[in-house]
């Protein structure tokens, strides 16, 4: 049983323009969202987070949406540049404050800035 | 930024034989660290929790046996992958947490190829 889905496998976009990245989610109980990127051979690498409290955050180019209500969350890259090429991960987390709280991944979409 | 360096990045070796993949948090203290395995173009599952001082804490179908870890001190988890077999064979990926409330981002290792002929 999947709670994080990400249903785009890959998405291609133009050098420049914006790339959206979907995430769906099933437990009513992730209070965290996180977005991370990975290239080939090496670890997931921190790009952005969330908490349920608030709707939109952002960081320089990457924003992340979060629409509770549709248990949704995207990131948006604007501009797209090649060397946002990459997977992406969505993951969520629950569980109380100071326990192991583990994340949960979706299964990635690879994003290919085209020039 | 926080590193985790994870050792070695690729192994292959002979059905039977024992593995141990390290992982260390380099510039911080992690009382807890993870390990996760990851398949051709699908998700990194968590494995276990490791937790420093104490047992691991292992998923739902993941063998404890098989899957040995350690968390001897506050930098260094190690998982032996014990009398391996060719379904062992998978890419492998540790991550630390810098210590905080839970949420503060993990930071990955860059994992480990694991290739059981």
């Known amino acids: 049983d999947q709670q994080v889905k990400q249903n785009s496998p890959s998405l291609s976009v133009q050098e420049g323009r914006i790339s959206i990245l979907n995430c769906d989610y099933t437990n009513s109980m992730f209070d965290y969202f996180l977005w991370y990127k990975k290239y080939p051979a090496e670890g997931p690498t921190f790009l952005i987070s969330?908490?349920?409290?608030?709707d939109k955050n952002e960081d320089g180019r990457f924003t992340v949406f979060l629409n509770k209500s549709a248990k949704h969350l995207s990131l948006h890259i604007v501009p797209s540049q090649p060397g946002d090429s990459a997977v992406y991960f969505c993951?969520?987390?629950?569980?109380?404050?100071?326990?192991?709280?583990?994340?949960?991944f979706g299964s990635g979409t690879q994003l290919t800035v085209l020039p | 930024g926080a590193v985790v360096s994870q050792h070695p990045s690729w192994v292959i070796c002979k059905s039977g034989t024992s593995v141990k993949i390290e992982c260390r948090s380099l510039?911080?203290?992690?009382?807890?660290m993870f390990w996760y395995r990851q398949f051709p173009k699908q998700s990194l599952m968590l494995m276990a929790t490791s937790n420093e001082g104490s047992k691991a804490t292992y998923e739902q179908g993941v063998e404890k046996d098989k899957f040995l870890i350690n968390h001897a001190s506050l930098t260094l988890s190690t998982l032996t992958v014990t009398s391996a077999h060719p379904e062992d064979s998978s890419f492998y990926i540790c991550?630390?947490?810098?210590?905080?409330?839970?949420?503060?981002?993990?930071?990955f290792g860059d994992g480990t190829r694991l290739s059981i002929l």
């Open positions: 969330i908490s349920s409290i608030k």
């Open positions: 991550s630390a947490r810098e210590p905080g409330q839970g949420n503060q981002p993990q930071h």
């Open positions: 993951a969520a987390i629950w569980g109380r404050a100071g326990s192991a709280r583990q994340l949960t």
């Open positions: 510039d911080f203290q992690a009382t807890t």
